[in-house]
């Protein structure tokens, strides 16, 4: 097929940004800041800057201040300050007040919008003269003599069959000095580019969580703006890492999230079900008592810190943000790291730029060695490894140690020891999860979940979830763990037909698919390769996401 398409058309810019979150768009800015004359280009999937961005989001202006110190003259969205923490122990009845830890202390902080947050950095940046594409995916890197000089975008219009449709639009190429790539949580490209230049191969594997979200309104008497609230504990077994977050913030809204560690071992388990029985726990449902849910979505996050970055650059390029993984997990935030991170790769790629723009970025990785970025995640590099280690009330006892004694500075790491897709037992020795039926009021399916979350993808296209082995659906995955791919992925895009006459088969349907990566991820054999659909498709988070 490839050599029946015309060429594409070429743009050259001196840097292209992949991803319109938080770090590529503080990347562009402070590119602009420092270069005023440089052309930047940047490329968001979504079909706006914002449709695919989901996060909590209690959001550290850290980096933000460092970005734009007038934020809050200029207007950004950050209007809810974060006021009384509260973190609690759940029982499958009762709640148990607990200390907070100091990460999870929120003084300063703001509830937000993070699809807002963006959508108003886009605006910053577009003042700058940074050319932003939305509805455009990167789809292919672009390579010559070894150096990254690029990317493509993918061609519009082509079949499930793989010919040219009357709607074919060729893909173009993006060529640039600098390419950075900021495509969050376990980014398409930026899995190429780690498996290119081996760049994990002095670190720890990645490990990743999985989190569910709906943004509610309620009753003005139910709501408490600035509250941030956190849980551990029920409905979770003490193996499984994970809890909820509930923060209330802007017009009578709530955001709510269950995240849940991607090395959970029950293949019975369903993420999606966890999270909307959560919400009839005494103390819980009574947040959304009257109240209505507006929008829905899920995305994974990274949860390796410091032990699993990898190298961060390549030549003519770097992963910023997410796509390298920054967050700090017990803080449960990664998106003023992520800015930061962006930040910093903009400074080398301004100093590169203007040496010629031929070198290699290596200084990026120093100077955010020598950032506050790598002491902050230095100092909580134990304690998601704890919680493996050691279950929840042991990873608790060592993370108060490795906290409040030690202040972060044990003189030993632990390690990850494998990655998420090693983690599951066989399904015949794990116990059944029996979970309730949804009630429409309270609790919800999954489709009429997806249906809020306005996912939207042209349906005659190739299959973006691409299966190395079709074979393995049934002969692995149905056999050995009874299909979890059924049950982890949160939009009801893998299911398995004809069971019951004993004939079982895969069914994927890919429309459904809100981008959050986590079959890349937990697929025991690594058979499942997440690629970009069309630019534009996938979620459309409203405003408040
Ligand atoms: C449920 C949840 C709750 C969280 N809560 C918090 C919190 O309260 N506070 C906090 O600070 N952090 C939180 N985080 C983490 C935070 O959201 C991330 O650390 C942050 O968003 C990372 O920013 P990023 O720009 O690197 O990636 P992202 O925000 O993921 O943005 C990546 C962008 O790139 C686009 N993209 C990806 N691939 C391509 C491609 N090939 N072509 C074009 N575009 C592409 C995506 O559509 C997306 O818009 C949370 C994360 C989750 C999942
Ligand atoms: S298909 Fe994969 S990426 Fe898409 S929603 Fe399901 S688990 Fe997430």
New binding site residues.
């Given amino acids: 097929m490839a050599e029946d398409l015309p060429p594409r058309e070429a743009m050259e810019f001196d840097v292209v940004v992949?991803?319109?979150?938080?770090?590529?768009l503080a990347a562009a800015i402070r590119l602009k800041q420092l270069m005023p004359d440089a052309a930047i280009c940047l490329?968001?999937?979504?079909s706006e800057?914002g449709a695919?961005?989901?996060?909590?989001?209690?959001?550290?202006p850290r980096a933000l201040n460092e970005l734009i110190p007038d934020w809050q003259e200029k207007g950004a969205p950050l209007d809810t300050p974060a006021t009384d923490d509260r973190f609690l122990f759940l029982t499958a009845t009762r709640a148990y007040r607990l200390p907070t830890p100091p990460q999870m202390h929120n003084h300063g902080n703001y509830i937000v919008s993070?699809g807002n947050v963006c959508r108003w950095l886009a605006t910053q940046a577009e003042e700058l003269g940074v050319e932003i594409y939305p509805g455009?995916?990167?789809?292919e890197l672009l390579e010559e003599d070894g150096r990254i000089v690029g990317i493509a975008t993918g061609d519009m219009g082509i079949g499930k069959d793989g010919q040219a449709t009357e709607t074919f639009q060729r893909g173009m190429e993006l060529r640039a000095r600098y390419t950075l790539f900021?495509?969050?949580?376990r980014?398409?490209?930026s899995k190429q580019l780690i498996h290119k230049f081996s760049l994990r191969d002095h670190c720890d594997p990645q490990t990743y969580a999985i989190?569910i979200?709906e943004l509610w309104e309620v009753p003005p008497a139910n709501h408490k703006p600035g509250l941030v609230e956190h849980t551990i504990g029920w409905p979770l077994d003490k193996g499984t890492y994970g809890g909820s977050?509930l923060y209330h913030f802007g017009n009578n809204l709530i955001s709510y999230?269950f995240?849940i560690g991607l090395d959970y071992r029950n293949p019975w388990l369903s993420p999606f079900d966890e999270m909307q029985r959560f919400k009839t726990h005494p103390e819980v449902r009574r947040h959304f008592e009257g109240g209505r849910r507006i929008s829905y979505g899920a995305?994974?996050?990274n949860e390796g810190g410091l032990q699993s970055i990898p190298r961060l650059t390549f030549p003519g390029g770097a992963l910023?943000?997410?796509?390298a993984g920054f967050?700090n997990v017990p803080k449960?935030?990664?998106?003023?790291t992520?800015m930061k991170s962006g930040m910093v790769a903009a400074e080398t790629v301004a100093e590169a730029l203007a040496a010629g723009g031929t070198q290699d970025l290596a200084n990026y990785e120093t100077k955010l060695r020598e950032s506050w970025v790598w002491d902050e995640l230095s100092l909580v590099r134990n304690v998601r490894p704890s919680f493996a280690k050691f279950g929840l009330w042991g990873g608790l006892a060592y993370s108060a140690i490795d906290t409040y004694l030690l202040r972060g500075k044990a003189p030993w790491t632990f390690h990850h020891a494998h990655p998420d897709n090693d983690s599951l037992l066989d399904a015949q020795s794990a116990p059944r999860i029996e979970y309730p039926r949804p009630d429409g009021v309270l609790t919800f399916d999954r489709l009429s979940s997806v249906f809020i979350s306005n996912t939207n993808h042209e349906e005659n296209q190739p299959a973006h979830l691409q299966l190395a082995d079709p074979g393995l659906a049934i002969s692995l995955n149905w056999q050995r763990f009874r299909s979890p791919e059924a049950r982890y992925c949160p939009a009801g895009v893998y299911e398995i037909v004809g069971a019951d006459e004993g004939d079982p088969r895969l069914q994927i349907n890919a429309q459904n698919c809100v981008?959050c990566k986590t079959c890349d991820i937990k697929d025991p054999a690594q058979n499942i390769n997440w690629v970009?659909p069309e630019g534009g498709g996938g979620p459309n988070y409203p405003g408040g996401m």
């Avoid at 992949?18 to 590529?24: F, M």
């Avoid at 490329?43 to 979504?46: D, L, N, S, T």
Wanted: charged share 15%; net charge neutral; hydrophobic share 40%.
């Fill in positions: 992949v991803g319109g979150g938080p770090s590529g490329v968001e999937k979504g800057v695919h961005i989901l996060s909590g989001a209690c959001l550290e993070l455009f995916a990167a789809a900021a495509e969050g949580c980014g398409s490209l989190g979200k977050f999230g995240v995305r994974a996050l910023i943000g997410d796509a967050v449960i935030k990664g998106t003023h992520s981008h970009t």
